[in-house]
C-alpha cells in the first residue's frame, strides 16, 4: 500500500475527482490537512507492519513453545491446531493461542432439516411440544440474513427426549449442513498486575 503526499512546490494539486487544482488557489486548512493525514497515515502503516511481524514472531513462538511442551511429555505434536497457553515461570505473564472458525450451513440441507421440523411440530408432540417449539422456532429466526448457529447446533441435544424418528433425521441433516469455509488464529498477550490479575495486551492482531 502506498500514499501520497501532495506539496507546496507542486504547482497544481488533484483532487477526488483528478481535477487539476492550482496550489496557490488551495486553501491553508487543505495544506495543512494533506501534511498530517499523510503523516498520520504514514505512522499508522508502519505501526501495522511491526504490528504483523510481532504477529508472526508471537506465532512462530508458540509453535516452538508447543513442539517442546510434547517432547518433553511424551505427546503427539499435531499441527498446532487447537487452543493453547503458555505461562512464564513465576505465572506473571501468560500468551494464548485460540482457533476460531466460523461455522456456516449449507442452504439446501439446513432448509431440509427445517422442513423435516416443521412436520413434527405440526403434527404435535407429546409431553415435549410445550418445549421444543419455541426452541425450533428460534433456532430458525434469521438476523441480518443469518442463523444463529448456536441456536440451531443446541437443537441436537434434545433428540432423547423428543420421541420421533424425524427430529433425529433433522439432525442429522444439521450435522451434514454445517460447514466450516475458513478458521482465525487469535493470539493474545497477558501480564498480571499488582493485583494478581491479568490484564489482556491490546494489540488488536484478529485483523491483520
Known amino acids: 500500500m502506498t500514499i501520497k503526499q501532495q506539496q507546496a ?22 495544506r495543512n490537512a494533506e501534511r498530517s493525514t499523510f503523516k498520520l497515515a504514514t505512522e499508522a502503516l508502519k505501526i501495522h507492519e511491526q504490528l504483523a511481524a510481532y504477529k508472526e514472531k508471537v506465532r512462530n513462538e508458540a509453535e516452538e513453545l508447543y513442539r517442546l511442551f510434547c ?18 515461570f513465576d505465572r506473571s505473564i501468560k500468551v494464548e493461542v ?22 413434527v411440530l ?11 417449539k419455541p426452541l425450533v422456532m428460534e433456532a430458525f429466526q434469521t438476523s441480518n440474513g443469518k442463523l444463529d448457529t448456536k441456536r440451531v447446533l443446541g437443537l441436537r441435544r434434545y433428540s432423547d427426549r423428543v420421541r420421533d424418528n424425524r427430529y433425529s433425521e433433522a439432525m442429522q441433516l444439521i450435522d451434514k449442513s454445517v460447514r466450516r469455509p475458513d478458521s482465525k488464529t487469535y493470539f493474545r498477550v497477558w ?18
Open 122 to 132: 405440526s403434527d404435535g408432540l407429546s409431553g415435549a411440544k410445550d418445549f421444543v
Open 98 to 119: 485460540s482457533i476460531s472458525e466460523a461455522i456456516t450451513f449449507d442452504e439446501n440441507t439446513i432448509q431440509l432439516a427445517k422442513e423435516k421440523l416443521d412436520e
Open 191 to 208: 501480564v498480571r498486575d499488582s493485583n494478581g490479575q491479568y490484564k489482556d495486551i491490546q494489540l488488536n492482531f484478529a485483523s491483520i
Open 9 to 30: 512546490k507542486d504547482k497544481v494539486w488533484r483532487d477526488e475527482a483528478g481535477t487539476q487544482i492550482p496550489y496557490n488557489r488551495t486553501t491553508m486548512y487543505e
Open 71 to 88: 517432547v518433553e511429555n511424551g505427546g503427539k505434536i499435531g499441527k498446532g491446531k487447537g487452543n493453547a497457553t503458555f505461562y512464564n
